[in-house]
């Protein structure tokens, strides 16, 4: 038989003494993890709490960046595999501490000094970080909290950062502890007046000053400016939160990457361009700038060169085929591999057309890689972003603003850009495709050329001619279509591309409207007659017969002796 054995008050008594003994210790360990300064590396906080935290993150040779309540990208990816203190309200997991500063001089066990200041005086931040003291808020009573770390901290003299009307010595009466001011007048000649001589001249908005003096401590002079520079280098981005990052990534000497690319650009300096960009980023980013711009092929360069961890640019007027092209290399093709270690590709539109307000865009006139039956690019604005490809159009942007922000666009997104453009997209959504292979079309246009009939009803190879020459995807025609008489042909001269192009769509809007061919295409004040648009449409296409000759001259002439002899051959058909 089984026997319960009681057990005796020393063994109970004991069990209970090991637990709280246990509890204790656990206690202890969370507390040292708290004050040391390893589990302190780095602060994040909001602009308004910067410079209570600044003492506490300086005096544990930590880092302290700026976040809004919902972090920025740059300041997730920043923080990616690291455990910050979080200092305030900020949708961020680590060690979470109230933004008061009794919380924050918890860093200190005891101090020889504490600093008392209004909580919005950056010189009272400075004076603590010189003072490796913790800074405690004051004002004209002395709060309960501030008092009992001053007990705690059993500190030998307390210096006063604020004004007289701030900060009465009275408030501090029954402390026995000595007290004195150190004030000028205002925060700014307060700084002014205890800033160290120093060779490191920092200047920087009152949000990011305590940034800088936890980095830099007192290795610097420090000054309240409009934006940041160190020894006149500028460090800057769209907002505080970035800006911080740079700054600590530029003390460290680890600034992020940025590599630019150019093809040739119409009535720019592509050179230029690239050193005038890299110029405006100053310190913010490494920039490399492509030994082989500007030049055809900056896509793939940009990305096959790009270091890993960095960001990819290339800068090209608008080609929907390299658009394609780089979009299913980045994704499945022969650029999967070099776009897998970068942060992210960005394209610079350099040209005249807003891709943005642009619903299609045609395969480029001189492309002449793509697959012969790719026609163009449906919303290419929304396919470069759903590709995690970052567009950027300095067109939209005044003359005066389009290298600044440009530059600051770059910034920004070398910061937080992670890997978008590894995601997996289906292009067929977006990626508009001939129905019949174009290079059929030029048997027939050199027939029309030679003066020889057609193997196709001609009214069926004008239709599908002028949908090829406009640009648009060619689409079979499912009901017949009908000739008619051709108009005197009154006009006499040369179209530019952009012309015949013209001509082009209109010829296929009306026979796709009215079952027929146009008689005429008017042209200004004159007319072009069918024969006549029938036969430039055999000039522009008579050598597009595989897809690397798949490219549209500049311009073309009509109603002159080069085809005139073709137009006649046309009209003897007729008759």
């Not at 360990?29 to 993150?57: D, R």
């Not at 591999?337 to 395969?363: E, F, H, Q």
């Not at 449906?378 to 159009?393: K, M, Q, S, V, W």
């Not at 995807?473 to 008489?485: E, H, L, V």
Request: glycine letters at 6%; hydrophobic letters at 40%.
């Amino acid at each position: 038989m089984n026997t319960l054995k009681a057990r005796s008050p020393r063994a109970s008594h004991s069990s209970r003494s090991d637990t709280m003994r246990l509890k204790l210790a656990v206690i202890l360990m969370a507390f040292l993890l708290l004050v040391s300064p390893a589990s302190a590396a780095l602060f994040v906080t909001n602009p308004s709490h910067a410079v209570i935290t600044a003492p506490a993150a300086a005096h544990t040779d930590g880092r302290l960046i700026i976040s809004s309540y919902t972090p920025e990208k740059s300041v997730v990816k920043y923080l990616r595999g690291q455990n910050p203190v979080v200092v305030g309200d900020i949708r961020l997991n680590g060690t979470r501490i109230p933004a008061r500063t009794s919380s924050l001089a918890r860093y200190w066990t005891r101090s020889d000094v504490v600093v008392l200041g209004t909580g919005s005086d950056i010189s009272a931040a400075y004076l603590a970080i010189k003072n490796d003291a913790p800074l405690l808020i004051a004002g004209k009573t002395l709060p309960a909290a501030t008092r009992t770390e001053i007990k705690r901290l059993k500190p030998r003299s307390i210096i006063i950062c604020a004004s007289p009307s701030a900060i009465p010595s009275s408030s501090l009466r029954g402390l026995g502890i000595p007290c004195r001011r150190v004030w000028y007048g205002s925060d700014a000649a307060t700084l002014s007046a205890v800033r160290p001589a120093s060779s490191r001249k920092v200047s920087a908005p009152g949000k990011l000053l305590p940034v800088a003096m936890v980095i830099w401590k007192t290795r610097a002079s420090y000054s309240i400016s409009t934006g940041v520079k160190v020894n006149g280098t500028s460090l800057w981005s769209s907002g505080y939160p970035t800006t911080s990052i740079i700054m600590n990534r530029y003390a460290s000497g680890n600034p992020e990457t940025i590599y630019i690319s150019s093809d040739r650009l119409s009535g720019v300096n592509g050179r230029s361009l690239m050193e005038s960009i890299r110029a405006e980023i100053s310190g913010s980013a490494r920039v490399i700038i492509d030994e082989k711009s500007p030049a055809p092929g900056e896509a793939d360069r940009a990305i096959k060169n790009a270091p890993n961890g960095s960001l990819a640019v290339y800068i090209a007027a608008a080609c929907p085929g390299t658009m394609y092209g780089t979009v299913s290399g980045v994704k499945k093709g022969y650029l999967r591999s070099y776009a897998s270690g970068l942060d992210g590709i960005v394209y610079v539109n350099y040209g005249s057309l807003n891709l943005a307000s642009t619903g299609y865009l045609p395969r480029a006139w001189d492309d002449n890689f793509s697959s012969a039956y790719f026609a163009g690019i449906n919303e290419p604005a929304r396919f470069l972003r759903d590709a995690g490809i970052l567009l950027i159009e300095p067109k939209n942007f005044s003359r005066d603003e389009q290298i600044h922000l440009t530059a600051m666009k770059l910034i920004d997104y070398a910061y937080s850009a992670d890997g978008d453009h590894l995601g997996d997209m289906d292009t067929s959504r977006y990626v508009a495709r001939h129905e019949i292979d174009p290079t059929t079309l030029s048997t027939d246009a050199r027939r029309i050329v030679r003066g020889e009939a057609t193997l196709m009803p001609r009214q069926e190879w004008v239709y599908l001619a002028s949908q090829y020459i406009a640009g648009l995807p060619i689409r079979k025609n499912t009901t017949g279509i009908s000739d008619a008489s051709s108009s005197i042909n009154t006009y006499t001269g040369t179209l530019s591309r952009t012309e015949y192009r013209d001509v082009a769509r209109r010829v296929y809007e009306f026979t796709r409207r009215n079952g027929r061919l146009p008689s005429y295409v008017q042209v200004g004040a004159d007319k072009i007659g069918r024969d006549e648009y029938t036969a430039m449409f055999a000039q522009i296409i008579q050598n597009h017969t595989e897809r690397s000759k798949m490219v549209f001259p500049s311009s073309v002439k009509v109603g002159e002796s080069l085809i005139d002899s073709v137009v006649e051959f046309i009209k003897d058909l007729i008759t």
